[in-house]
């Protein structure tokens, strides 16, 4: 019993101790840590997530619950498996263009450590800018193709956006844009009408978001060109037949390529017989083929070109430069090829275009060193 007594008179001598130690671990200032962010004052996309980041674990309960956003947007906060970091993610896409706040309040960590309260910013990215339209607006007599195709600059990458591009009339358009989404080609994917004002409408929203509303950040116009003058036949197929009956070869031993640009005809002799006419687009006016006696320089199946960003299958040059040559209409690596339509038409950079079908047909006829004459 003495034993005892003992024993409890040093215990209630201990105890003080033991809850003072208690509340200087639990309590004292010293303990306190405060929370960071991965991203504080930073601007970020519409649809990216903002993540606070705690030294210690915390109680779930308290920090989901007790977090604060201003303004008010639909969110949820998510505490990762090891109880350290909780991620913002909004519910429906942050607003443009608008600087937020999360607070964050007074707490503590599983361990009872005191976690001092604080409040973070981040910023969400305006729309992005258009900077430069080629065509530019109120251009005239534009043909669009696909060595000049629309082409359409922005002050920064539209990683996050979805930009929609709207020709009226209504044309529907393909495009292409570079690594940095910072440039986009678009061709339409009908012939346009001669002598008509077109206007291009961009638009844009937050990428990966429910809502469609998108909203107008670029407007611009253009108006194509004239019809083609009436000089020969306005037929195609007609002015094929025409060719056929009246084109007579310059070249009466071997073979030659024969390319009137005043009709946009091409024509195949060999031994001074006819073996083929086509339907070319030449050098439009400023960019023009050069007119003369050339010939095959050199030949290639699908060459790249660098300065226009496209292939050019079917390549038979016609100057020793290789500046100029005959090939097949173009084509971006995307797949889309320069329609058609362009077809008797002057619209090229100088080189001969030929149709899919006749391309082949001719680089295979062809030799290096076949005479060409342009005139």
Known sequence: MQKIK?????????????????????????????????????????????????DKPVEKSYYQKKISLSPRTPMKAVLSDDHTQITIIP???????????????????????????????????????????????????????????????????????????????????????????????LLPKEPLKANTTYTLTLYAKADNTTDDNYVPIHTTTFTTLPPKPKTWTENLQDRLEEAKKFTTPRITEGKYIDINLATQIMTIFENGNNKGTFLISSGKPGMNTPKGAHQIYNKHPRPWSKKYGLYMPYWMAITPSGKYGIHELPEWPSGYKEGQNHLGIKVSHGCVRLGVGPAEKIYNWAEIGTPVIVY
Do not use: C, M
Not at 104 to 113: C, D, H, L, Q, V
């Open 6 to 54: 003992k024993i409890l008179f040093l215990i209630s001598l201990l105890i003080p101790t033991l809850l003072t130690g208690v509340y200087i671990y639990a309590f004292s200032p010293s303990f306190v840590s405060v929370p960071t962010a991965n991203k504080d004052g930073s601007e970020i996309l519409p649809t990216e997530t903002f993540t606070i980041t705690f």
């Open 91 to 185: 519910t429906h896409g942050w607003n443009i263009d608008t600087t937020y706040t999360v607070s964050i309040p007074e707490g503590r960590a599983k361990n009872f450590t005191q976690i001092g309260s604080t409040s973070f910013n981040f910023t969400v990215t305006d729309y992005p800018h258009v900077i430069d339209v080629i065509p530019h607006s109120g251009a005239k007599d534009v043909r669009l193709d696909i060595e000049d195709p629309i082409t359409v600059q922005f002050d920064k990458s539209t990683e996050g956006f979805y930009i929609d591009f709207n020709l009226n009339p209504p044309v529907p358009v393909t495009y292409q844009n570079n690594t940095q989404k910072t440039q986009f080609k």
